[in-house]
């Protein structure tokens, strides 16, 4: 899971903000980075934060398709997916 956080940190560097987005690419990416601190150090992280982030639909998918990197998205997810599953 950490890799595919890094992974989506990293392409949203250079995204462009999406209008069907309810946050931006830059809040996204400080959410991400502050789940990612948590894991790393191994403290508890917050599974629904990740959850809703990386749903269909939502924020980092929409991100995604305006930035041309959705076929990364649908891996990444599906990584996130397995971790927080409830």
Avoid: C, P
Wanted: hydrophobic letters at 40%; proline letters at 0%.
């Amino acid at each position: 899971m950490i890799n595919a956080i890094k992974k989506t940190i990293r392409l949203l560097e250079n995204s462009k903000d999406s209008d069907w987005s309810g946050l931006t690419a830059v809040e996204i990416k400080e959410i991400l980075q502050g789940e990612l601190y948590k894991i790393e150090n191994n403290q508890e992280f917050d599974k629904q934060e990740l959850a809703v982030l990386f749903a269909v639909t939502s924020n980092v998918q929409e991100t995604a398709m305006r930035n041309d990197w959705h076929a990364e998205y649908l891996e990444i997810a599906d990584v996130i997916d397995k971790y927080t599953e409830q």
